[in-house]
């Protein structure tokens, strides 16, 4: 096995550990869709479910990943980069070096003495580790920066981050680009720049972490004028021209400007995605009302789901409401801030629509209660709901084609 593989299969390993979904083995088409959006969201950088599946060894492909997937995945686990994450690894001997065949002759004798000899290592390790938590200075600083600014309006957009933590005595600084901890990416202390490119407009609450502390924290806007229709891919988005998916009284494409082979049934299925992000449409989410009809209008052999989330984007976290056809909902997930409900786990048939018209999608919170219907039927009803502070935006993404018609977010009175 090259050195190189062993690394990117320790990568896949802490994926999976962090996401917490099982074996791999086990994963499924959405899972890899899912860990697809995922990575987007706390990266801002788009590996696709397709070239997801190679990595994961679910499609035969011989050519290995390039070194701009390498590095989105490791951000995705808290790295800078990907060298970043190989330095960071202990180098441990890979399964077909001749050391391997070395140890095979080594004494019982032998093996117990450096079993002994291992435990006093680790021993006085751990004690003098201790000792140095024990009398470790705490955390002080003075004259910090933190700051930021956009380079243009829209998308995509590189946010500049301007930062001073060098009168310091932390041992590690972070620039953390939202609520989510897991999109902490390790900075130079002696360094005052930092820069991010964002392909998507959202919201998000930027932190400077020294060590495990968070010290200074601002808000990063990016918006958009209008909705904006998005093909996803790998790295950079497809941004359609306005007249193509703007048609007065609704948004959306259809699966002929998709230019998709029905005879193609190899095909790996694209996401089209409608957001708008934008000052005017922020509305406390403890206190709210959405309506909208939305409509998968995708029919191909390789699409039997017509998989559809509605996204709302919050200052302190997502709800998402997912769609499929009824065969599906085992496949889904909901979620509402820091509440998850799997498919696999939780009765989601009430997720299940019929896309032969559109579906009539309406969501609510008003004292500590959160309501989504479907076709005016309640699909999923939630008390001591504390919100995902204010809503600033909204994302519609269609495995394929969709549209959608008659959009109303408004606060309850």
């Known amino acids: 096995m090259p050195e190189n593989q062993y690394y990117i299969d320790k990568c896949k390993e802490l994926i999976e550990v962090k996401l917490g979904w099982g074996n791999s083995a086990d994963w499924q088409s959405q899972d890899f869709e899912n860990l697809s959006d995922q990575i987007f969201i706390e990266t801002k950088t788009i590996i696709s479910a397709s070239t997801l599946k190679r990595i994961w060894g679910k499609v035969q492909y011989k050519s290995k990943p390039n070194l701009g997937t390498l590095d989105t995945l490791a951000r995705f686990i ?27 002759t080594v004494t019982k004798s ?32 003075n004259n910090l920066k933190f700051e930021s600014r956009t380079v243009t309006v829209g998308v995509p957009n590189t946010v500049i981050f301007n930062y001073d933590a060098s009168k310091s005595n932390a041992d590690s600084v972070f620039i953390q680009q939202n609520w989510d901890e897991t999109r902490r990416v390790r900075v130079d202390k002696f360094h005052h720049e930092h820069a991010s490119v964002y392909y998507l407009p959202g919201y998000y609450r930027a932190k400077l972490v020294l060590n495990d502390s968070i010290v200074k924290e601002h808000d990063v806007f990016i918006e958009s004028e209008d909705w904006l229709g998005v093909l996803s891919r790998d790295s950079i988005p497809f941004y359609f021209p306005k007249e193509i998916y703007n048609h007065g009284d ?18 790996e299925i694209p996401s089209f995605i409608l957001t708008h992000v934008n000052q005017s449409l922020i509305v406390d989410s403890r206190s709210f009302s959405l309506s909208l009809n939305v409509q998968n209008t995708f029919e191909h052999p390789a699409s039997p789901c017509r998989r559809t989330d509605l996204i709302l984007l919050g200052t302190v976290g997502a709800i998402i409401i997912p769609l499929s056809k009824p065969g599906c909902v085992g496949e889904t997930k909901l979620r509402i801030g820091d509440l998850f409900m799997d498919g696999k786990y939780h ?14 999608l309406e969501c609510s919170a008003d004292s500590g209660i959160i ?27 269609f495995q394929g084609a969709g549209r959608f018609d008659s959009f109303k977010l408004t606060k309850t009175s």
């Open 110 to 141: 032998a093996s117990k003495y450096y079993r002994l000899l291992l435990i006093l290592v680790l021993t006085v390790f751990l004690v003098g580790f201790f000792l140095q938590m024990k009398t470790s200075n705490p955390l002080q600083f």
């Open 250 to 267: 609704w948004y959306g494409i259809s699966q002929k400007e998709l230019n998709q082979d029905l005879n193609d049934y190899n095909i």
């Open 371 to 397: 309501e989504i219907k479907l076709n005016n039927e309640i699909a999923y009803e939630g008390r001591s709901y504390k919100g995902i502070g204010n809503i600033v935006g909204v994302r519609i993404k």
């Open 78 to 104: 808290s790295h800078q980069n990907w060298r970043d994450f190989v330095k960071s690894c202990s180098k441990e001997a890979i399964s077909d070096s001749p050391s391997v065949s070395l140890k095979s």
């Open 347 to 360: 009765d989601m048939s009430a997720f299940g629509v019929d896309y032969s018209s559109p579906v009539k």
